[in-house]
């Protein structure tokens, strides 16, 4: 049985605004296991992105409990790898120095590393191309790959594959899942996509609105790889749909104030 990486419980957030408090997140409680690929799925404005913010150490004016490794989250570091929907490259680097970043490419572990990376990824040959001559699938697995190169507890990801056409977004699922199997890295994903979500994922962490809530979490026990087009997997595709029913009866009963 692996060890319990992050551990979550009582999680409250909200936010002041112009129109009054919002509760962001209201009592999340989550356990994640050491190389677990857990994903996070809701509707629009559930706290997906404040719930990965709060993890990985941008936003810290939260209440509860909120450990990585048994230590409380404080504020960012390496030990927790981002990857964001848009890649955030230096457009003015080749894609080993936007690997590398601060690191030297003179060194040579630094050096063996990227080329490493650069394989995991999929990149070979473009290691001195620039973030203007590579498509939004190649890019984003520049970020992936230099998130990974400061060997990160957890990788964050909130919706990093969002804008990407239907096809290499299947095609960096794949990439992820190869990552995943050779790092063992623990990877929290934040998708809107319930295929995606069931595809990549042991467990489906499903998020209801106002206030964001747990409102199921679905272990998906299917073996890697995956196929979308398997009877089985649609089995899990409609198990997580009927969540959504589920949430959208809730909202039904909240909007007519009963
Ligand atoms: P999701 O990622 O699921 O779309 P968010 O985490 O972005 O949801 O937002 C959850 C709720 O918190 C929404 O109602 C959103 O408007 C609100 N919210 C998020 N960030 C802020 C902020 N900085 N100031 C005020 N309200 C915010």
């Known amino acids: 049985m692996s060890a319990v990486l992050l551990d979550i419980a009582n999680l409250n957030k909200s936010f002041e605004s112009s129109s009054g408090t ?33 993890i990985a150490g941008l936003d810290v004016g939260h209440d509860g409990q909120v450990e990585l490794s048994g230590r409380p989250i404080t504020g960012p570091g390496i030990d927790k790898g981002v990857i ?3 890649p955030r490259l230096f457009p003015w680097l080749t ?21 490493e990376l650069i394989e995991l990824v999929r990149l070979q040959g473009f290691e001195k ?17 230099r998130a990974l190169l400061r060997n990160p507890r ?4 909130d919706e990093p594959f969002g804008a990407l056409d239907a096809f290499t977004r299947a095609h960096m699922q794949d ?8 790092n063992k890295t623990t990877m929290i994903f934040v998708t809107h996509d319930i295929d995606e979500a069931v595809f990549l994922a042991n467990r489906i962490v499903i ?3 106002r206030p964001g809530e747990i409102r199921n979490i679905v272990t998906v026990d299917l073996p890697f790889p995956r196929k979308k ?30």
Request: proline share 3%; hydrophobic share 45%.
């Open 229 to 258: 087009a398997s009877t089985s997997f649609q089995q899990f595709r409609v198990k997580v749909l009927s969540q959504f029913e589920k949430i959208e009866e809730l909202e039904l009963i909240d909007s007519s104030g009963i």
């Open 154 to 157: 957890i990788l964050l990801l």
């Open 207 to 209: 998020l209801k609105p």
């Open 84 to 86: 964001f929907q848009e």
């Open 175 to 182: 990439v992820l899942l190869d990552i995943w199997q050779q």
């Open 22 to 54: 919002v509760h962001a997140l209201h009592n999340v409680r989550l356990q994640v296991k050491e190389g677990e690929f857990v994903t996070v799925i809701g509707p629009s404005g559930c706290g997906k992105s404040t719930l990965l913010r709060i």
């Open 129 to 145: 191309a620039y973030p203007r001559e590579l498509s939004g699938g190649m890019a984003q697995r520049v970020a992936i790959a």
């Open 95 to 115: 894609v080993e120095k936007n690997i590398a970043a601060d690191l030297s490419l003179n060194k040579p572990e630094v050096r063996r590393e990227v080329d």
